[in-house]
């Protein structure tokens, strides 16, 4: 009974942990080290604050704020937007407001692309 218990918080604490949102802002902790997280998370969520950190990856910027997300779909087939205003930009630190799409297809993210304030793909 005591084991069972145990077992229930470690799950009851472990699910908690899943269903954290974006947060509104976000820095890379080493940016000589960029790469893509491009499998879907456990939750929709979850998902969603992996292509805010591969949109922040895959920009000129180490750090984002006001960083909101919007996810269509479910499960391994989402399409998330992630719009952000990079900050530090350029020769002269500039702020960027951007948007930034995540297409995952069968659970694997299959393009990200910039849809305003930076081009390239």
Same mark, same amino acid.
């Given at each position: 009974?005591?084991?069972? $218990? ?9 699910? %908690?942990?899943? &269903?954290?949102?974006?947060? #509104?802002? =976000? @820095? ?21 604050? $992996? ?5 922040l990856?895959?920009?000129? %910027?180490?750090? &984002?704020?006001?960083?909101? #997300?919007? =996810? @269509? ?40 692309t ?8």
């Amino acid at each position: 009974m005591k084991l069972t $218990r145990i077992w229930c918080a470690t799950l009851t604490l472990a699910c %908690a942990g899943c &269903a954290i949102s974006t947060p #509104t802002a =976000i @820095s890379l902790k080493d940016p000589q080290h960029r790469h893509q997280d491009i499998e879907v998370a456990m939750t929709d969520s979850g998902t969603a604050r $992996r292509c805010a950190y591969n949109m922040l990856n895959a920009s000129p %910027a180490t750090e &984002a704020t006001n960083v909101a #997300t919007r =996810i @269509s779909g479910s499960g391994d087939n989402l399409v998330v937007d992630v719009y952000a205003t990079l900050l530090n930009v350029g020769l002269y630190n500039q702020s960027l407001p951007v948007s930034y799409r995540c297409t995952y297809a069968n659970g694997i993210m299959a393009h990200g692309t910039w849809t305003s304030g930076l081009k390239g793909g």
